[in-house]
């Protein structure tokens, strides 16, 4: 039997762009063996986990540094069984605070035990929003960085690492989108002063971790609850994963939400509501390549906020903001992210006829930029990895 793989995702975004990248490997290269440490999609794709993924789901700098020892030694354990199984190919994806430690770590192994795997990290810092001297670090300790966007790997020209667009899964995976406006919002929409009669619908977007829902649930859920004062026929919808599920369902207990998870729910949410409201993060991409208009918010513990203030574009922290250069989602972070502003945030994008198109035609242009010139996501994965397999 070949040496196997390895393949590590720290969350369910990276479990999903991770399950991709491995059907896309097996379509060219053949039936591989996978080990290493990811969710329910990977498992499904036939992984042999070696540790639990949700060790790895912390977000903030605060969560971070108080799960430091922790973190810390499970890297350790990692190197010694990556060290032990031999595999052909290191491969992390996102969760790009513990994958590059991981590499570096291991790659002090690998020179001491006079061995050599290369390690392939998919999802770029985001260099062009914060920390410009963390490209240095990726160089240093990768073979092989595969960036979703077409303007990373030029911020990493002439260094010592093979920088290779690949385009983004979503950009395929959605259907194109030819209505302007929803099911429900036709042409004939009412003026905003008679939004009270008109059946709204809101998906509601808390995040995939712990942390955020905790924290960003519950804004929401006031909001939602000013938004319903003005019209009490509102339905919401709530697609989640299963890792938060029941803390969701917690929260939401008494209120009149349909909860579900797996993608089949997103993409119901997606194809009926009118709006969203989201948390910043990688499903902000997937809303906007849907043509969801809506508003994103985001808050963390108090030290998070400060010092992400200190060293973050505000302005790149949503991701389809920062692609196509423009505000197409307001974004209202900590303080700002109060109920109240959230709820009139949100009745705002209700009440406005136009809203619909615009995100039909930031859709497009989105859809457009993360395909590059590539016939398919597995194609262009093909590519990229074929130095290596």
């Not at 709204?200 to 319903?228: F, K, N, T, W, Y």
């Not at 108090?302 to 790149?316: C, E, T």
């Amino acid at each position: 039997m070949s040496a196997p793989i390895f393949i590590l995702a720290g969350e369910p975004s990276g479990d999903a762009l991770a399950a991709s990248m491995m059907v896309a490997i097996e379509k060219k290269y053949g039936k591989q063996s996978w080990i290493g440490v990811g969710g329910e999609k990977m498992l499904a794709q036939g992984l042999t986990p070696l540790s639990d993924m949700d060790q790895l789901s912390i977000f903030g700098f605060s969560a971070v540094l108080s799960a430091y020892s922790k973190l810390s030694s499970l890297a350790n354990d990692l190197v010694v069984q990556i060290i032990a199984h031999q595999p052909k190919l290191v491969m992390t994806v996102d969760a790009k605070g513990f994958s590059i430690r991981l590499a570096a770590r291991l790659k002090r192994r690998m020179a001491q035990a006079n061995m050599q795997m290369p390690i392939v990290h998919t999802v770029a810092p985001t260099v062009w929003a914060w920390g410009a001297w963390r490209r240095h670090k990726f160089a240093r300790n990768l073979d092989g960085l595969l960036c979703l966007f077409p303007n990373e790997p030029a911020f990493f020209d002439g260094l010592d690492v093979k920088a290779s667009f690949i385009g983004h899964p979503e950009a395929w995976a959605i259907k194109p989108v030819s209505s302007p406006v929803s099911h429900k919002r036709k042409a004939t929409l009412e003026p905003p002063k008679q939004s009270r009669t008109i059946q709204q619908h809101l998906c509601l977007l808390p995040g995939s971790r712990r942390s955020e829902v905790a924290l960003l649930l519950p804004r929401m859920l006031l909001a939602l609850d000013i938004l319903r004062d003005r019209n009490a026929e509102i339905q919401v919808s709530l697609p989640t994963v299963s890792n938060v599920k029941n803390q969701v369902e917690h929260l939401c207990a008494g209120r009149d939400i349909t909860i579900n998870t797996g993608r089949d729910a997103f993409i119901a949410a997606m194809t009926s509501a009118d709006a969203m409201l989201a948390a910043s993060g990688t499903v902000t991409l997937q809303t906007a390549l849907h043509a969801m208009p809506g508003v994103v918010c985001y808050a963390t513990s108090p030290l998070s906020a400060f010092i992400g203030r200190r060293l973050v574009k505000m302005d790149n922290v949503v991701l389809p903001n920062a692609l196509l250069g423009r505000p197409i989602y307001p974004f209202l972070f900590q303080e700002q992210a109060t109920p109240q502003a959230l709820a009139a945030a949100v009745q705002t994008v209700f009440d406005d006829p136009e809203v619909r198109s615009d995100a039909t035609r930031n859709a497009k242009a989105l859809t457009s930029l993360l395909r590059g010139n590539g016939s398919s996501f597995d194609d262009m994965v093909a590519i990229a990895m074929a130095p290596w397999l």
